[in-house]
């Protein structure tokens, strides 16, 4: 059975800063993908590994597409989520909800990023 999400998409409204942030926060560089010719739209994505667990995904910029504040929760596994929760918000990010324990299952901070959108940072420690 495969992990249930396959990828994901932060849509920003400023690529550049909303680049800058991640790639800062979680120490990444982030790769640019080619958008099909017909549409008018800019995809980086973070790094992949598909021999690991877990999803990839892209920041993506479209005309007129949603940006800040969505629906959507992605979790970012981290080795101490206190660590990007604090990179978040000397990156302009807001910190949501501090480093919390969720008992067993480890620690949880809540931060938006530049865009206003809410990242989950999720690790054991």
Excluded at 37 to 48: G, H, N, T, Y
Excluded at 71 to 89: H, I, K, Q, S
Excluded at 94 to 109: D, N, Q
Aim: with cysteine; proline share 2%; aromatic share 12%.
């Amino acid at each position: 059975m495969k992990n249930p999400v396959g990828w994901f998409e932060i849509y920003v409204q400023d690529m550049d800063r909303a680049r800058y942030f991640y790639e800062s926060v979680f120490q990444v560089k982030l790769e640019r993908l080619n958008a099909l010719a017909k549409m008018e739209i800019e995809l980086w994505s973070f790094p992949m590994n598909s021999d690991q667990s877990g999803a990839s995904g892209a920041l993506v910029k479209m005309e007129n597409g949603p940006g800040g504040g969505n629906g959507v929760l992605v979790y970012f596994t981290c080795m101490d989520c206190a660590v990007e929760a604090n990179r978040a918000t000397a990156m302009g990010g807001y910190l949501v909800r501090e480093k919390m324990s969720i008992g067993k299952y480890g620690f949880i901070a809540l931060v938006r990023d530049t865009e206003g959108n809410m990242i989950g940072l999720h690790s054991m420690q």
